[in-house]
Structures are given as structure tokens and as C-alpha cells.
């Protein structure tokens, strides 16, 4: 039969709706974390093992393991790459912020202790491909973050089952208060944006739904209350 039931066409509607709603610009003004002239070249959720420790030499804590957002800047590229810039951040801790720079000259430093093949301009695609792997491969490649109270610093462990070879490893510092209030103030307001968005693409949903068929909506409604009342519960 070619006969199409009514509600199947509504709910095509809605998923048609619902899947042109792209992800808009998060907010505007300019991130902080491209002021100077840096572009975003990696940014991704990476599993983190976060160890602390009090002191360099003292024992560091049994690790925890945590999504942490890593992002990869650079200032100029190729030949006439300055910069490049690592920074950490976590989406359930909007103060967890840790910064590195390294110049050419701090790279040939780590070039050297790493046996590092790639030349300082070749660097980013490096760290992005050592990054990935912690993603695609977690049980093979490890992501350490140990947190100091002066200094942290982030580990790139490769374990080859017979032994963990440290394939790069950097000091990081707390990003700058004042640097910190730029980054917590714009992520404050992309999320507000985004929310309005949502907001108001799902009103839209409701308009649509409640026009063509005011019953679907009915049984909607009905059924999201238990689902809110399950996760309040679970969060409990």
C-alpha cells in the first residue's frame, strides 16, 4: 500500500526540523584563546588520567580518570610558525585551565630528551597524532596529567605491554587569573546563547506538532515526565 499514516508524516516533519537545526557560532566576539594572531588547529575530548601530587619529589595520588578538552593553537604556520600553544580545559569544572607555549627554541630542548623526528614546524601534526591516538587506542596510548601546586605537567605514555615509553611529555601553569576571567565569561555566554537557541527551536518543535497533531504532543508530554523524573532520581 502506498496509503502513508498522518502521524508518520508528522513525526518525518519533526526529524526533518530537528536535524536541520545546526549547531550555531557559539557566541559573538572573538574566542580568547585566538587573540594574538593564533589559529585553532586541534580540539578534541581526550581521556586524562589526573594524578596529584604535592611536590616533585613526593608520591603522587591514585589517578582518577576525566574527559578533559585539549586544544592545539599556533601562531604563523610552516616556516614561520612563532608559537604554539596547548591548552586544558574540562566541560564540569569551568576553572580547571592550564596553559603552555612553546617556542622553537623550548621545542629543540624536547626534540633532543624525546628523540623526536619531526622538525619544530612539523611539531603540531605530531602532537595531534599522539593526541588521537589516546582517543582511538586508550589502551595503548595514555594520557597522564599531574597536577603540582607550583607546576603541572601533561605525560604522552605508549604502553608496549613489556614496558611504558614516555613519548612526550611538558610543564603547564594555571592560566592567568585575568586570562581565566576572559575564558570563563566567553564560555558563560556561548552557553547562554546556545541555550536560547535550543530554546527556541524546541518551541518551534511544540508550534509544529501541537498544529498537526495535538494528540502526539499529548503522549510526548506524557512520557517525557517519567524520563525527567528517572534522572532526577538517578542523579540523587
Known amino acids: 500500500s ?10 518525518q516533519q519533526v526529524m526533518d526540523s530537528v536535524l536541520t537545526f545546526i549547531e550555531p557560532a557559539a557566541a559573538d566576539g572573538t574566542d580568547p584563546s ?17 594524578r596529584n601530587q604535592q611536590s616533585a619529589e613526593g608520591p603522587q595520588q ?9 586544544k592545539v593553537l599556533s601562531q604563523g604556520k610552516g616556516i ?10 574540562s566541560e564540569d569544572d569551568l576553572f580547571f585551565h592550564y596553559i603552555v607555549h612553546l617556542e622553537e627554541n623550548q621545542y629543540i630542548k624536547l626534540q633532543d630528551k624525546y628523540k623526536l623526528t619531526a622538525d619544530y614546524p ?9 593526541l588521537k591516538s589516546c582517543i582511538t587506542e586508550p589502551q595503548s596510548n595514555l594520557a597522564v596529567f599531574v597536577i603540582q601546586s607550583n607546576s603541572s605537567r601533561l605525560d604522552l605514555i605508549q604502553n608496549m605491554e613489556y614496558k611504558f615509553i614516555e613519548l612526550f611529555s611538558c610543564g603547564f601553569e594555571k592560566t592567568p587569573q585575568h586570562i581565566l576571567q576572559q575564558h570563563i565569561t566567553y564560555r558563560y555566554n556561548a552557553n547562554k546563547v546556545q541555550l536560547t537557541l535550543t530554546q527556541k ?13 495535538p494528540g502526539l504532543l499529548q503522549h ?17
Open 220 to 236: 510526548l508530554q506524557r512520557t517525557r515526565a517519567p524520563q525527567v523524573n528517572e534522572k532526577i532520581k538517578n542523579k540523587k
Open 62 to 70: 591514585v589517578g582518577t580518570l576525566e574527559a578533559i578538552k585539549v
Open 2 to 11: 502506498n496509503i502513508q499514516h498522518p502521524t508518520s508524516n508528522i513525526q
Open 122 to 130: 612539523e611539531f603540531p601534526e605530531l602532537l595531534i597524532s599522539m
Open 80 to 89: 614561520k610558525l612563532k608559537n604554539i600553544r596547548i591548552e586544558l580545559t
Open 34 to 50: 585566538l587573540q594574538g594572531d593564533f589559529t585553532q588547529l586541534y580540539y578534541d575530548e581526550i581521556p586524562f588520567e589526573i
Open 201 to 213: 527551536r524546541l518551541q518551534e518543535i511544540n508550534d509544529l506538532i501541537r498544529t498537526k497533531s
